[in-house]
């Protein structure tokens, strides 16, 4: 489909999905932003035929969602990249990705966890060995950092949502969605491992959907002796399909860690986190078997 075969010239729908055409341009999209940026890579990856993904790749490069960065000048060969424009699609992404597994593959029913043998549990398991797309994410200072701390094994728990008295309240509803509650609880066990952690060589790292702001207040409030980092343009979630949920108009992360090694690879994976504060330990006992030979 060309953007001219679109009627409605002034619904932002139509004229989107003139561009994304298909739904083989939304999975194309998907594993790019994981990291699969190589032609053949995609093709192998997608079971696409070459002329139909040649076709779609040159679509979005011609309408500024993609870029080529050339890696090799003989043969000519290049790396497909999300511009700006594409990077902006990454929440639509994760809105899919959290509507189809709540509406079509789920019963409906809003969460912030899942059953040990769902969907979303084996997608998260399957994340084991596979490394983090790069990417800087902003942290609650204001500063920029990658969710991997270079050269260092890095815990990274990802929760839904953690709020300083004063600053900002409760989504509506949220003690009653199943798994929202406890990430003051995580967080501050955190705080209080985070010696024994260090001594094991590890860093910790704590991400949500969060505004910086929101983070730092929270961060303050808590005292925390690491950083927070935020994902709220979703390219963590998008990247690495990610749980979500969508709970005070903004999309949030269901509860789950990562340990990843120094080069930013996935080592495990606590998820579904059932008892927030008992899985810093398990998490804890997790760092010291990877470490020891």
């Known amino acids: 489909m060309k953007r001219t075969d679109v009627g409605d010239a002034d619904c932002g729908i139509a004229q989107a999905l003139g561009v994304l055409g298909d739904w083989w341009t939304f999975l194309i999209i998907r594993d790019i932003a994981g990291g699969t940026t190589r032609f053949d890579a995609l093709q192998r990856e997608l079971g696409v035929s070459r002329r139909a993904l040649t076709e779609r790749l040159g679509a979005l490069v011609q309408h500024g969602v993609l870029r080529r960065q050339q890696y090799s000048a003989h043969p000519p060969r290049s790396d497909y990249l999300l511009t700006s424009k594409g990077e902006g699609l990454l929440p639509v992404l994760v809105a899919l990705q959290d509507w189809g597994t709540r509406h079509v593959m789920g019963d409906g029913d809003l969460t912030a966890t899942a059953g040990a043998g769902s969907a979303e549990a084996r997608r998260v398991h399957h994340l084991i060995g596979r ?163």
């Open 131 to 293: 490394r983090v797309p790069g990417m800087t994410l902003t942290r609650h200072d204001g500063g920029e950092e990658t969710p991997a701390v270079p050269g260092s094994w890095t815990v990274l728990y990802l929760f839904p949502g953690a709020f300083a008295p004063g600053a900002q309240g409760l989504p509506p509803g949220w003690e009653a969605i199943p798994g929202a509650v406890g990430c003051t609880l995580e967080s501050r066990t955190y705080a209080d491992r985070h010696d024994l952690f260090r001594a094991t060589g590890a860093e910790v790292r704590g991400v949500s959907t969060q505004r910086p702001d929101q983070l730092r207040a929270f961060a303050e409030h808590a005292r925390l002796p690491y950083p927070l980092l935020s994902d709220q343009d979703g390219r963590l979630a998008a990247g690495l399909l990610l749980p979500t949920f969508r709970a005070g108009g903004v999309d949030r992360f269901k509860r789950l860690t990562l340990l990843l090694d120094p080069d930013a690879v996935v080592r495990a994976v606590q998820f579904p986190v059932t008892d927030p504060a008992g899985s810093v330990d398990e998490m804890l006992d997790l760092v010291g078997r990877q470490r020891t030979p």
